[in-house]
Structures are given as C-alpha cells and as structure tokens.
Nanobody, 124 residues
Framework: QVQLVESGGGLVQAGDSLRLSCVGSGRNFSNNGMGWFRQAPGKEREFVAS????????RYANPVKGRFTISRDNANNTLILQMKTLNPEDTAVYYC?????????????????WGQGTQVTVSS
C-alpha cells in the first residue's frame, strides 16, 4: 500500500516556526517531483511549494516566498517543509503530494499520491 504520512503540525503563535515532514512508504518517490498544498477553512486547496526529483529546482507560492523552504531526503523517502514567520493566514491543513513526473508542478492534477494532511494553526 502506497502512503504519504505528514507530521509536525500544531498550534503556534504568529512569528513562530514549524517543520512539517512527509514520509512515503510502499514505493520509492526519489524519481518524483513532490509538493505541499494547503487548505484553509472555507477555501479551496492551494499550492504552497514543490521540488524536483533531485531537489535542484523548487517553486513557491507568492504568499510563502522567503518564509517557507521545501527540501527532500531521498535516502529516507522524506519531504520537508520548513516554515518560518508564520502568520494566521497560514492556518490550514497541509498536504504533501507526489507528482507523476520528476519536475516541479504547481497544479493538483499533476499529483497522483496524497497524504491525509496535518493541521497547522497560527494564533495572533
């Protein structure tokens, strides 16, 4: 069974940092682009960040540029999202996903494996 399992979410205050992890099992994702998406209450899921198969290329949504960093550890089938200077607008369920190809992708339709999500709540 192929799974992506996120962890690291929680309740923090504005200005704090969090580190999200996503561990894959059931298959090796080292040849796949990976990404993070988020869904805030009452809103559609949106792109946050993505990374190519070797980590050489990354893309970020404008609201998180300069604050979030995506990285990966292919030896451990793990995807990381380091989040700094969090603000209440970052409150959402964060999902990791694996893309069909090796490149960075910003559109959900290019992703075919999804985790269950981890809640991030930022208080003001």
């Amino acid at each position: 069974q192929v799974q992506l399992v996120e962890s690291g979410g929680g309740l923090v205050q504005a200005g704090d940092s969090l580190r999200l992890s996503c561990v894959g099992s059931g298959r090796n994702f080292s040849n796949n682009g990976m990404g993070w998406f988020r869904q805030a209450p009452g809103k559609e899921r949106e792109f946050v960040a993505s990374i190519s198969w070797k980590g050489g290329s990354t893309r970020y949504a404008n609201p998180v540029k300069g604050r979030f960093t995506i990285s990966r550890d292919n030896a451990n089938n793990t995807l990381i999202l380091q989040m700094k200077t969090l603000n209440p607008e970052d409150t959402a369920v964060y999902y990791c996903a694996a893309a069909r190809g090796a490149l960075t992708q910003v559109t959900e339709t290019f992703y075919n494996y999804w985790g269950q999500g981890t809640q991030v709540t930022v208080s003001s």
